[in-house]
């Protein structure tokens, strides 16, 4: 990832302000404002930011990942290969839950199958994963084998993603992951609820829940017992506080010690400020847009001869090339942008290199509606969100702006993200604008959950909203999946990424850049997926 992690390196060291060291912090609360609200405590409900950001501070997996997506151990010390589909793992010796019970690997089975059996569980946010496992075993109390139905070249960075809970949730019920879905296993699974009231958050992370809330402050309290770094901070307070300005306000007013995502136009203004400091990452989170490729008519598209017209490439294309990307990041994003050439930035497995941006034509893309049949456009309702991207109302508004000009007629509908993905999970829209960070440095990721067509046995397709689904496509991405080699599947991988560029089912727009704020007298350098970690956050030296 050569190309990444130059880019890493020069745009983390532009936006910091260097302020003297004010010496060791006395204050033993940190407080936080989150740009989102989560939607669970539960760490098996949905993979969204907000709730990846509690989770992490609570829970842990077998396997962590680190700022340049490389494998570390966590909860797993160490791990072997039998073959293409088995895998042994040792259990790191001396962690305790927040209980004070001993991991074993019987909390490794329980907390799988929990996965499978949890009906709050949002799209398959993890489910898809575990359902890729024929077997998963306790060898013994120290070591765990999961056999996978295929190859999973991407295995130990799936592992990342899925938190373990103590297997006494159940009581002493025996599990067999290999008896199907329910692992033999007749008794209630923990809920959502008692994630929520803490009775059933119970990790083994740096801190443990004290209280959980939606929408107000969620309350952690330091885990003295941690197997790992004790966290500077004895209490942490996590509050959501959607809106950009009363975010800001809340930092400047001494109510928040840190916040998420600034207002990009307050930039300037925080950094002429000796009392805070702004820290900013390049990321892998692509802003998209995902186009209802499957039906006819499509529920929110009018077209005058009654079909769909996002089921031609032209018009997907058409779309693509009316969006002038690089006026994205100069006049939205204020520069806290990279300008998407494909589905990853460039120098990542998978992705072609050196693409140039992809490309702002208005004239052709005019030409290809009326290729397709559409000389005078079409209309169609735009959703997005408000509150979950950066800037993500202007971009809605710019976006839908630069439709109009090549003739489709276009209403905007942006919503709160609480509204927005419930009712994107249930498929109800034609156009939807998206966000996606990658947990490993390769476009298969992606193009499992958002590209490949929908396959729920095998967890593919997932998040396939749009219901595209392309022969080619599938073929290299099922080869890939299927190929250990990295050279190999990167290159099956960049074949596969010509089609989805050609057909353009997700128009890619840019890559966010990860943005804090924060008092004098704290140092945080900032995270590649977006989430803020109180472990992290020290006194300034």
């Not at 070591?143 to 899925?162: F, G, K, Y």
């Not at 820290?279 to 989170?285: E, G, K, L, V």
């Not at 440095?441 to 397709?461: K, V, Y």
Request: glycine share 6%.
């Amino acid at each position: 990832m050569p190309g990444f992690r130059a880019t890493l390196a020069c745009l983390a060291l532009v936006p910091a302000l260097a302020l003297p060291a004010t010496g060791a912090a006395v204050a033993q609360t940190l407080r936080i404002g989150l740009s989102a609200e989560t939607t669970s405590a539960d760490p098996h409900n949905y993979a969204l930011t907000p709730n990846n950001t509690l989770r992490q501070h609570v829970f842990e997996a077998l396997t962590d990942i680190d700022a340049d997506f490389e494998v570390q151990p966590a909860l797993a010390v160490s791990w072997q290969r039998e073959d293409d589909t088995s895998w042994v793992f040792r259990l790191r010796p001396g962690v305790r839950f927040h209980n004070g019970q001993a991991l074993t690997a019987r909390d490794v089975v329980f907390s799988y199958c929990r996965i499978l059996n949890n009906e709050a569980e949002v799209v398959q946010s993890y489910s898809r994963l575990v359902r890729r496992m024929a077997r998963v075993e306790a060898v013994d109390d120290q070591t765990v084998r999961i056999v996978t139905r295929e190859a999973e070249p991407l295995l130990l960075n799936d592992l990342s993603s899925l938190p373990l809970l103590p297997h006494s949730l159940i009581g002493e019920a025996k599990l067999d992951f290999a008896a199907g879905e329910k692992c033999g296993y007749a008794g209630a699974w923990p809920t959502a609820a008692q994630f929520n009231d803490t009775s059933a958050a119970i990790g083994t992370g740096p801190y443990r829940l004290r209280a959980y809330s939606r929408s107000a402050a969620t309350e952690l309290e330091r885990f003295d017992g941690y197997w790992g770094p004790k966290p500077h901070w004895q209490q942490v307070r996590l509050t959501p506080v959607t809106a950009a300005g009363p975010r800001l306000a809340g930092l400047l007013a001494g109510d928040q010690d840190l916040i998420e995502s600034p207002a990009t136009g307050d930039l300037p203004r925080l950094r002429g400020n000796a009392s805070f400091t702004v820290s900013a990452r390049p990321t892998t989170r692509l802003i998209f847009l995902q186009l209802d490729t499957a039906r006819a008519p499509s529920p929110f598209v009018t077209a005058p001869d009654g079909r769909n017209p996002l089921q031609d490439a032209r018009v997907r294309q058409a779309l693509s090339l009316a969006i002038d990307r690089r006026a994205v990041q100069e006049r939205v994003m204020d520069g806290i942008a990279t300008p998407a050439a494909q589905f990853l930035p460039d120098g990542m497995v998978g992705t072609i290199p050196d693409l140039p941006v992809l490309p702002y034509d208005p004239a052709r893309a005019r030409a290809l509606l009326k290729e397709a049949g559409y000389p005078d456009g079409f209309s169609l309702t735009f959703h997005a969100t408000n509150n979950r991207y950066i800037n993500d109302a202007r971009l809605a508004q710019v976006l839908a702006q630069f439709w109009q000009r090549i003739g489709v007629k276009v209403e905007l509908d942006a919503m709160p993200s609480s509204v927005f993905f419930g009712r994107r999970g249930k498929r109800e829209f034609s156009v939807a604008m998206g966000g996606w960070s990658a947990d490993a440095a390769e476009t298969l990721m992606f193009f499992r959950s958002w590209l490949m067509s929908t396959d729920r046995a095998r967890g593919l397709g997932t998040s396939n909203y749009g219901g595209w689904s392309e022969a080619r496509f599938d073929a290299l991405s099922n080869q890939a999946m299927a190929t250990m080699d990295q050279p190999a599947r990167a290159a099956l991988l960049r074949q596969a990424s010509a089609v989805a560029l050609e057909q353009m089912p997700v128009i890619p727009v840019h890559f966010e850049n990860a943005v804090w704020a924060f008092r004098k007298g704290l140092r945080y350098a900032g995270r590649v997926d977006q989430t803020t970690n109180a472990a992290e956050v020290m006194p300034a030296e």
